[in-house]
């Protein structure tokens, strides 16, 4: 093996160690800091796991349980999406478009007790909630609310 | 009518642009300047068409002609005449032909300024330059076709998307990020003509680095005019959230940062030559990777606006060059000429830039990685995930930090050798004066590990920079009897490109001490006013006056009213509001932002009942924030200072005869 080409090995070798390194370690703590867009459902079955990780939950809220309270700031409400539902939290004001039916996208996390915590809360334009599609995933609803917006 | 005119042009440009690219890749083989003259007029001639096709599409913007498509896709008779003329940039296909016009006009430009360069160098710049118009003509002319002839013809059409016609910085956002991206073309055809005639010419490699300064400054300001854009218009009062197209706009901007520093060790030491050159082709990749992102809906995100055939292309043509780059590098990379210098030692300049880059690196890699999981992750496990912001501030914020802390070093490294003794007196006071901010900080009340530090060694970084304009001109000032702001200006013009970089730097440091105040020290609240009511945030009272609905036409406004007082002292009024738009159920919120120079006031309308008059509303107390906007015109400013050209110092008479002079590549 020539000096250049061992040189040039080693430096390629040592390259791919650095970024494999800095890899696994972003990879590693990428777990914690992920977010998962989930229905109803999908949180139920998920359980345990659902406790303090992010999750954006997509489902519609609904008909009534919504309680605004303007001096406390505290909106509570149901998400459903027609199988399960989740009791919801929300801090902050509800947006102009914001009623019962509508379909809703909450950004939070599961609370022990069973409550999901959420502090950003957007709303599905459409003056009528059409239930999900048939294969229309909550990621599709969370991208299509963005595009509308 | 225009259909068939905007059509005709764009069919026009591919058959230029492909002529041109056969026609300067013969040059280049055959060494053949007639063949390299029609290169040239071809570059000139679908320049040409993709003008009078984007005019075309203005023109029928303008005359709200709905037969073409992507006028009855975007234009109404009720939109303002500015929103109409910057429609062609508020969806996908009218994009496309903007980045075309770009295109073409940056390719017409080099050919010209080219046009007396070594034969070695032009023909193959010039043919793959052609090859990336080509692909974007293509484009245009069948997938992202604009000119589609529409029949039955609407009598109207919804016009653009609300959020994109909702503030006047959509004006110039768009397309400085576009001349951003598009400009990389230029020195990705320069990079790849140096690996494959193997010549790294100094005035070359100088040509090559004012190609990629053009396009790193547009970068620079697209991207400060996004987040700015996203705090005056999205409400949430932030500016920067790692969302896949800001990671796309990010991404190039890294490398091509590193590339400009990697260069300097090239042009002044002949080393990292291959290097340099990869960092080029990789911001090339990266532009078309955050094309491809950006638009071809494969990620959530904010700014993602459009799904569409478009993005399998995109594909094919990011695999296609990623294995031109890699193969061209691989085969050409041994020709070039060793470099005839070795690195300095290890308390050297050139260190200095070697770990600058490395960390450049590190942060291009670390957002890619953190950009593409989700859609890596997708496709193999068929679960939807997005990766959150959390992940990419645990990197950003160090490797950002240490590049400031680099940025205090950096400039006071010797080329060569240091004696270690000299390199500390030269940064001792600038130490002294990060400590004593620390202090200051620390006396004033702020806490948080995070912030003080970013704000001790920022004002090392700073008083160090300032040193470098300080000393010399002292010397200066003191050996020609002249006055300092003389002696200042004269360093400056005498090492243009070396001062502009330290401008950019100081608008880097107002950035990055800004951006740490203000995640750090921001008073929030979210508020529910009944008429009459005062509340308090941070130092701001807000009494609610009431709310009023304006009719604008084309949108409704409902409007509310506060009166604000600061530190109990009347400070006027702030009128945040919802816009409704005529033809979209969803309002677009107008936050009414307050900027001082110490802070801004941040009222965003989240909720007006006009019934019983009720107003919630986000309010933020921000610390600095106009300083972000303040230090990208800083960094603008020292790009220009950078870049300015120099005067040519030969007399007139003496000039060396056109062939030779074209060495010098200006």
Known sequence: MKPTTRRRLFLVVALLLAFGALGFVATSNMGENLVYYWDPTQLRDAGDKAVGATIRLGGMVQKGTVNWQPDSQSLRFTVTDGKNTVDVIATGAPPQMFREGIGVVVEGTMTPEGVFKSDRLMVKHSNEYKPPKEGESVEDMYKSMLEDQ | MISLVGRTAILAALAAFSA??????????????????????????????????????????????????????????????????????????????????????????????????????????????????????????????????????????????????????????????????????????????????????????????????VPWGFLTVGIVLGGWWSYEVLGWGGWWAWDPVENASFLPWLTATAFVHSIIVTERKDQLKGWSLTLVLATFLLTILGTFMTRSGVFNSVHAFTQSPIGPVFLAFLAIALVFSVLLLAARVDALAPGREGLGGPASRE???????????????????????????????????????????????????????????????????????????????????????????????????????????????????????????????RARGESMAAAIAGVVTRARRRYGGYVVHIGVIMIVVAHAAAMAYTSRATLTFRPGQAEQVGDVTLTYQGARVEDQGYRLLKIASFAVQRDGRPAGVVEPRLNIYRRMGQPIGTPAVRSRLDEDLYVSLVNLDMDDQTASVDVLVRPLVWWLWFGGGVMVLGTLVALWPRRRRVPAAARVPAGAAAETGR
């Open chain 2, 20 to 213: 041109g690219a056969v026609t300067g890749f013969m040059a280049a083989i055959r060494r053949s300047r007639d063949a390299l003259r029609w290169s040239r007029w071809m570059a000139w001639a679908g320049a040409a068409a993709v003008v009078v096709a984007t005019l075309a599409m203005e023109y029928a913007l303008l005359t709200h002609d709905f037969s073409v498509s992507y006028v009855a896709e975007v234009g109404s008779r009720s939109s303002p005449t500015w929103v109409t003329i910057v429609s062609l940039w508020s969806s996908l296909n009218g994009s496309i032909l903007l980045w075309a016009f770009i295109l073409g006009v940056y390719l017409a430009a080099f050919a010209w300024s080219t046009r007396h360069a070594a034969i070695d160098h032009q023909p193959w710049a010039l043919g793959v330059a052609h090859v990336v118009g080509m692909f974007f003509a293509f484009l245009v002319a069948g997938v992202a076709n604009p000119f589609e002839p529409v029949s039955p013809v609407p009598a109207d059409g919804p016009g653009p998307n609300p959020l994109l016609q909702n503030h006047i910085l959509m004006v110039i956002h768009p397309p400085a990020l576009y001349l951003g991206f598009v400009g990389m073309t230029i020195p990705f055809a320069m990079g790849a003509t140096t690996l494959f005639a193997a010549r790294t010419d100094a005035a070359w490699i100088r040509s090559l680095r004012r190609w990629m300064l």
């Open chain 2, 351 to 477: 260190t200095g830039f070697l770990l600058n880059n490395l960390l450049f690196t590190a942060f291009t890699f670390t957002v890619l990685l953190g950009t593409v999981f989700p859609l890596v992750n997708e496709s193999l496990t068929g679960k939807q995930v997005s990766v959150g912001e959390p992940y990419f501030n645990r990197f950003g914020a160090p490797l950002g930090l240490i590049i400031v802390f680099l940025m205090a070093i950096g400039p006071a490294l010797p080329w060569g050798r240091s004696e270690p003794g000299q390199l500390l007196r030269r940064l001792v006071v600038p130490a002294a004066v990060g400590l004593v901010t620390v202090g200051a900080c620390l006396a004033l009340g702020l806490d948080g590990a995070w912030p003080l530090a970013t704000f001790g060694i920022a004002a090392m970084a700073l008083v160090e920079t300032l040193q470098e304009f300080w000393i010399p001109a002292r010397v200066r000032a």
